[in-house]
């Protein structure tokens, strides 16, 4: 039930910014996005820039190669903590793409 909630709200972010967002993998609470340009060309420094401020709000995501970004919350987590994290996430890609 989760890993639906964490897939259909990353869904919903990656429509918000399709001119960053390439595509969402994952299954469960296991997610990667990757950010590549209208030319497929990778964003690693939109990557760092997000996991940077992510981390000072308070998320901790792992930027996993050039593109892409690694999410895995906790098994244990609650539907509150899981959107809470989701909208530091938004919140983060949206001040680094418009900054």
Do not use: W
Not at 22 to 27: P, T
Request: glycine share 8%; net charge negative; hydrophobic share 40%.
């Amino acid at each position: 039930d989760l890993g639906d909630v964490f897939h259909q709200q990353l869904n919903e972010i990656k429509n918000k910014y399709p001119a960053h967002i390439r595509y969402i993998f994952g299954k469960g609470l296991v997610a990667g996005i990757i950010f590549m340009d209208s030319n497929n060309n990778p964003l690693p420094d939109l990557c760092d820039n997000i996991c940077e401020l992510a981390f000072q709000r308070g998320l901790l995501l792992v930027h996993t190669g050039r593109e892409s970004i690694k999410l895995a919350p906790p098994l244990c987590i609650t539907k509150e903590a899981l959107k809470e994290g989701l909208e530091v996430l938004e919140s983060c890609i949206k001040d680094c793409i418009c900054f």
